[in-house]
């Protein structure tokens, strides 16, 4: 009996090594006056945590032993996040980073099956790229080319994660095309974090595309109910900006609406402000900081952005008189591009 428990117990020790990825990262990370941690951050759950961490010595990476329990999808970063790199595939085997300028950082990793697969694609996107910046093709062609050489890849992949990975940087070949990638994968990665944070908010976006109908919503805060419909829909253009009081860039933009609003405000343009994933607290001092004098829905967090399918901010809709969405994803001068087409001949 004793000797049965023995066999039992190793056996189950020895299933619990299987399971085990054992992994090592070297190189240098492309910035000799850094000496600290780096931090491996596991993206592919919802909820992104820190699974271990790398001392870094002026520069060069400090290898050891590592281990996984399963293949992830990490991030590398300082404590400050002024240092990251994306995506590293955590595999088994010895993971190297590319002596690499930080601009490249996204195709630093190399050495393993997945990481190297991702490399080279990085490399012939990165051509392609290159061509049409130079003029030499046509960024349908850039397109086209990228889809046949990405195609073949999900489908060798289709039941991993640099498969799902891939997949979630197609949102450039259209909506349509990707709900197809998203069809050859498994039905396993098909349910990744990963691919369904992307193209939910794409497929949601799709049903308030240019041309559609505004949808409503209702934001509560400080005992009053604020609807989108208070504004859009009433018979005046709205120019809808989704911001925060942390977004650097939403900040930026802020003067371009108030120009906007002062120029055309009394032919018929309203600009209200949509103050999304933000205390209110916050969005209020930044308001007085930044002047604001147009409407403001606060405390929206997820409600709006949900329903429209935004993913980054700050994002500005145009809408129709009659609540139609006429532009998105305004920024800089072409919003007073825009304002003059319509308000400038009458």
Not at 107 to 135: I, M, V, Y
Not at 205 to 222: H, S
């Amino acid at each position: 009996m004793k000797k049965t428990i023995i066999t039992i117990l190793l056996v189950l020790v020895a299933m619990t090594g299987q399971g085990q990825i054992h992994y090592r990262i070297e190189g240098n990370i492309g910035t000799p006056d850094f000496t600290g941690w780096l931090y491996i951050q596991d993206q592919t759950e919802k909820r992104p945590k820190t699974v271990d961490s790398l001392w870094v010595q002026a520069g060069e990476i400090q290898g050891r032993e590592l281990k996984a329990r399963k293949p992830l999808i990490a991030l590398l970063h300082s404590r400050d996040i002024s240092i990251q790199f994306h995506p590293l595939f955590i595999e088994q085997g010895t993971i190297r980073m590319v002596e690499a300028p930080m601009p490249q950082r996204r195709k630093a990793f190399q050495g393993t099956p997945l990481n190297d697969e991702w490399r080279q694609l990085c490399h012939r996107a990165d051509s392609l790229a290159q061509q049409f910046d130079e003029g030499r093709i046509t960024k349908a062609e850039a397109c086209r080319r990228l889809d046949n050489i990405s195609e073949p890849l999900v489908r060798r992949h289709r039941d991993d994660l640099l498969g799902a990975y891939v997949v979630s940087t197609m949102a450039e070949l259209g909506t349509d095309r990707l709900v197809q990638y998203v069809k050859m994968l498994s039905s396993r990665m098909q349910s990744n974090h990963i691919v369904y944070e992307t193209v939910t908010p794409l497929l949601t976006a799709r049903r308030t595309a240019v041309g559609k109908p505004f949808l409503d919503f209702a934001v509560e805060y400080d005992g009053q109910t604020t609807r989108l419909s208070d504004y859009v829909g009433k018979g005046k253009y709205v120019l809808l900006d989704f911001w925060a009081s942390w977004c650097a860039p939403c900040r930026e933009e802020i003067p371009n609406l108030i120009a906007a609003y002062n120029k055309y405000k009394d032919k018929g343009l309203e600009v209200v402000g949509v103050a999304a994933w933000d205390e209110p607290a916050r969005t209020l001092r930044a308001i007085e900081e930044e002047k604001i004098l147009y409407p403001q829905i606060l405390n929206s967090q997820n409600i709006a952005t949900d329903l429209y399918g935004i993913i980054g901010i700050p994002h500005i809709i145009l809408f129709a008189p009659d609540g139609t969405i006429l532009a998105r994803g305004l920024r800089g001068e072409e919003i007073q591009k825009k304002l003059a087409e319509i308000f400038e001949g009458q």
